[in-house]
C-alpha cells in the first residue's frame, strides 16, 4: 500500500513485476497563502535574492502567482526539484539536495545572505534553523496546510509506503500492525517517525523520491519473496 498518490504509470510498473499496489491517502493539502499577504508577495517578489522549496505542494501553491525566473531557487528532494523545472526555468534552480543539511550547505556557498521559504505549516525546523546560526536572513510563508485524513484499513499489507511524518502520524491513528508488515520511508525522518509507532521492520530510500522508494520496495519483495 502507499500512502499517497504515485501515478498509474508507476503501479502497472509494479504490476508488470507481480506487486500489486493500492493507493490509500492518509493526507490531504490545500492553498493557505491569504489574499493580502500574496498581494504583499507579488509585490517584493522582484526584490526576493533566493527562495527556497521543500515540497512540491509549496512550488503549486504559489507558481501561477509569482514569476521566479530570475531569482535564485534552492529546492530539496526530486519531487520538489520537478515542480521547480515545470512552473519555472530549469536554470533558476541555483541549489539542490536531498535533505536539509546539505541544502543549507549549498546556500552557504552561494554567498546568498537573505532567503524567502515558501512552506507548509507542518514544516521542519532544522533548514531555517541551520541557515539563521549562519546569519542568513530567513523570511518564512506559509503557502499551503497539511491535513491528516487518518482511516482504518481492513487489508493486510505485506508492505506499506509512508512519505511523510505526517501520512505515517495519520496512519498510526487508526491503525495497529502485526509484525510481519514491512515499513518502507522515503527519508530518515519519515522513518524516525514510525519507529514512534512500529517496531517492524523499516527499510528506507536511498534517494527521497516516490519512484525510487517504489523501486526499493519492489526489489524488498523479488529478494525476500512472501509466502501466504
Known sequence: MCTRNIGNALIQDASSKNIAVDVISFIKTEPALKSEVLKEVQERSADFEAVI???????????????????????????????????????????????????????????????????????????????????????????????????????????ILFFSPSAVKSFFEKNILDGQTVLFAIGSTTADKIRKFSKNKIVVSDVPDKTTLLNKAISYFQTNPIHH
Open 53 to 159: 522549496f521543500t515540497s512540491s505542494n509549496a512550488v503549486e501553491a504559489i507558481a501561477m502567482s509569482l514569476d521566479l525566473q530570475k531569482t535564485k531557487i534552492f529546492c530539496i528532494g526530486h519531487a520538489t526539484k520537478r515542480s521547480v523545472i515545470k512552473y519555472f526555468k530549469e536554470s533558476s534552480i541555483a541549489g539542490f539536495a536531498d535533505n536539509a543539511k546539505e541544502l543549507a550547505h549549498t546556500i552557504l556557498n552561494a554567498n546568498v545572505k537573505q532567503v524567502t521559504f515558501f512552506c507548509g505549516d507542518l514544516r521542519r525546523d532544522e533548514l531555517p534553523e541551520l541557515l539563521k546560526k549562519k546569519n542568513i536572513g530567513v523570511n518564512e510563508i506559509i503557502v499551503y496546510k497539511t491535513i491528516i485524513t487518518p482511516q482504518k484499513i481492513e487489508k493486510k499489507y505485506d508492505g
